[in-house]
């Protein structure tokens, strides 16, 4: 009865051990799967980031190409604007020179036909008339009706005189208008010089800030560059980690399934010795008990032959007594 009641208890422990060992086994290979998913999430993130990185780059690149085409062409702007200026300018130049020539010219026509003309001729006309004024003062009785004539034609040279020293002063007044006219297109050159100029300078400034920005352009690049080879190679380095990674995970799968495998194939021989030793363990119960039956009968056989051996005793007593 003792032999059977601890039956249970070893039942018990047995399958209590087997099922800690199959939990700690799961444990680890549970822990072992997150670690090692956890390290490829990370992997990929960070690959994806690199990415992100590298096209950031890639994008502020083509910025930095798309304002230096700007500035070029900006540049090409101010050179044709500057050539269209130079072009106004020699313009006006040829412009102004036939102006003041023409001037030149009709100043010097107006004084050589007309004044010098009209005063020379005017002049003679006078010396004419002085010279008969003269010849005809021994004929004043005799010719004063002439004189009078001739007096009135000194009167009408005199205003013709007069005309003609109009008609000067308005061509000094056109000489003056044209002198002015020249000052003024002189001096609308000259601003359109300084114009030039100022715009060469500007020209020479922004040909000097570009440089320098087109420098500090080609140096931004070239640091990008650098830095995307670096990423570049930081990607690579993470693709291959992340191939080793996988190599990894496909041969621990492999040895997982191996392991599983395995483990199936124990738990099959454990479930069939398992089912020996409780078909033992039924056969020994049941010797147990037919043996523990005959143990019940022996005692009581026992128990009866001992009550007979008193009951004997008794009677030997008896008779001993009796004799």
């Not at 890639?58 to 700007?70: F, G, P, R, S, T």
């Not at 009706?145 to 001739?150: T, V």
Request: contains cysteine.
């Amino acid at each position: 009865m003792e032999e059977s009641k601890m039956v249970p208890d070893v039942k018990v422990k047995g399958f209590s051990l087997s099922g800690e060992l199959d939990y700690l086994g799961m444990i680890q290979n549970r822990s072992f799967d997150d670690g090692l998913l956890w390290e490829m999430d990370k992997t990929s993130y960070d690959e994806k980031v690199m990415n992100l990185h590298v096209t950031h780059l890639e994008e502020e690149i083509i910025k930095l190409k798309d304002q230096v085409e700007n500035s070029e062409n900006q540049v090409d702007d101010l050179w044709g604007e500057l050539k269209w200026k130079e072009e106004e300018l020699h313009n006006l130049k040829e412009f102004s020179e036939i102006e003041i020539y023409k001037l030149k010219a009709q100043i010097e026509e107006s004084e050589a036909k007309k004044h010098d003309h009209e005063i020379s001729k005017l002049v003679k006309q006078l010396e004419i008339a002085n010279e008969k004024l003269k010849k005809s003062e021994d004929e004043n009785t005799i010719l004063r009706k002439e004189l009078e004539n001739k007096s009135c034609e000194n009167h009408e040279l005199h205003g013709q005189l007069i005309e003609a020293k109009e008609n000067m002063a308005e061509s000094d007044l056109e000489l003056v208008s044209g002198r002015k006219h020249i000052q003024i297109l002189e001096n609308l050159v000259i601003i359109y010089e300084q114009e030039v100029q100022k715009l060469e300078s500007e020209m020479l400034d922004s040909q000097d800030n570009f440089s320098l920005e087109k420098d500090e352009l080609h140096f931004a690049i070239a640091s990008l560059l650098k830095t995307k080879i670096e990423l570049t190679s930081t990607l690579a380095n993470c693709v291959f980690r992340n191939k080793e990674l996988e190599n990894k995970l496909r041969q621990y799968e492999a040895e997982k399934l191996k392991q599983e495998e395995l483990h199936a194939t124990q738990q099959v021989v454990l479930q069939d010795e398992n089912n020996y030793l409780w078909e033992e363990l039924g056969k020994r119960t049941e010797d147990i008990e037919a043996v523990t039956k005959e143990l019940y009968m022996v005692m009581i056989e026992r128990d009866e032959a001992n009550v007979k051996i008193d009951r004997l005793e008794a009677e030997i007593c008896t008779l001993i007594c009796e004799i």
